[in-house]
């Protein structure tokens, strides 16, 4: 999907000394964690780092890491989600032997900590130098890793987005007058799209022209048949599967209002994406969404599907609400989501870790 996860791993930066490994849980998808990795990736090239990067689906990665940490040829170990990262761990157990910097995802805190694996993640957690979280409501993994404060730090993820080809409504058989709500999510119980499709459809008698555009990938497989199937009968939910991100831009651009129904988030990293084009959001209140936006301000928190269509309703009636919500989303992003800034956090906590590497083998 991306030029620095796909096939082998790819470094970069020429004119820096230092190499780090990213550990990505994905490549192959379009999911979060992968868009994640690769807008840090990009961003830590462009400031002269060597950064090589594995996705730990690929089966073949696990002799490549083996054999490069034989080598020294890493300061350290840059892990994204804790739950994978752990696994990574039992797969190599000599990545053991490297400081490790971790970024938590979303998922791994809500169920992962709560779930079966507590202690694995506990563990994987108290052996990281630091621990990112995106939002500081997350820094309540504490009450599980005591006396952890000063190794949580929270970064705001930023808003990267590409341009390319250009999507049209009539590509999708949409009117110019359609109210278009656009919902960017895998299709997966924890992004909850019951609840979205359950709000929206109490409006639609009285919203001849409401449409859902739900973009993401089928992730789980019998969840997403089950959903398509039940949505197949009903013109006005939109599914188109899977959208390079590079072409998300124009799609968001053709809906009105975006849309997060989770039932857990890290950080909703596509509708920040959206608010950021000026799109107001309908977010679901639960902690990840929570707190990135001012309820009235630059969209509403709905906790049902009845607050959904309360909300819903007024922002489609209402084209100059839309216009006012979306230019304080976008001001919003632009202030507290920027890229440049989630860059220059990471930049200065590699500058720590980098010191924490003995024996680096520069050459090899």
Not at 123 to 150: H, M, W
Not at 281 to 306: C, D, K, T, W
Request: some cysteine.
């Amino acid at each position: 999907m991306f030029s620095g996860i796909e096939g082998r791993p790819l470094e970069g930066g020429a004119s820096g000394p230092d190499r780090v490994l990213m550990l990505a849980p994905f490549r192959r998808q379009q999911r979060g964690n992968a868009i994640t990795v690769e807008r840090l990736y990009r961003g830590l090239l462009e400031q002269g780092y060597r950064v090589e990067v594995e996705a730990l689906e690929d089966e073949t990665c696990w002799a490549r890491i083996a054999r490069a940490l034989e080598q020294n040829r890493y300061r350290f170990v840059h892990g994204f989600n804790a739950y994978y990262i752990s696994e990574a761990f039992k797969r190599v157990p000599q990545l053991a032997g490297w400081p490790l910097l971790l970024t938590t995802t979303g998922t791994d805190l809500h169920y992962g900590l709560r779930g079966p694996k507590t202690r694995e993640l506990r563990d994987i957690i108290v052996k990281a130098a630091y621990t990112v979280v995106f939002n500081p409501q997350f820094k309540t993994l504490l009450e599980f890793v005591p006396d952890f404060e000063n190794r949580v730090v929270s970064i705001p993820q930023g808003v990267w987005l590409e341009t390319a080809e250009s999507w049209q409504r009539r590509q999708l058989d949409l009117a110019d007058n359609d109210t278009v709500f656009i919902l960017p999510s895998g299709l997966r119980p924890v992004k909850n799209l019951d609840l979205a499709i359950a709000g929206l459809a109490l409006i639609k008698p009285e919203l001849p022209d409401l449409k859902l555009l739900i973009v993401g990938a089928a992730i789980d497989h019998g969840y997403a048949e089950s959903f398509l199937a039940k949505v197949a009968d009903w013109p006005w939910v939109l599914y188109l599967g899977e959208i390079p991100h590079r072409q998300m831009a124009s799609l968001y651009l053709l809906g009105d209002v975006v849309v997060n129904s989770s039932l857990a988030e890290g950080q909703p990293q596509a509708a920040l994406e959206a608010m950021s084009l000026g799109r107001p959001a309908l977010l679901s209140a639960v902690p990840g969404n929570l707190g990135i936006m001012e309820h009235g301000r630059q969209g509403y928190y709905f906790a049902s599907p009845e607050q959904l269509a309360e909300y819903a309703l007024e922002l489609a009636k209402s084209p100059e609400k839309r216009l006012i919500m979306g230019a304080s989303a976008r001001d919003l992003t632009s202030r507290c989501f920027s890229l440049t800034a989630e860059v220059d956090a990471y930049k200065h906590l590699y500058g720590i870790m980098f010191k924490q590497r003995k024996g680096y083998c520069e050459n090899c």
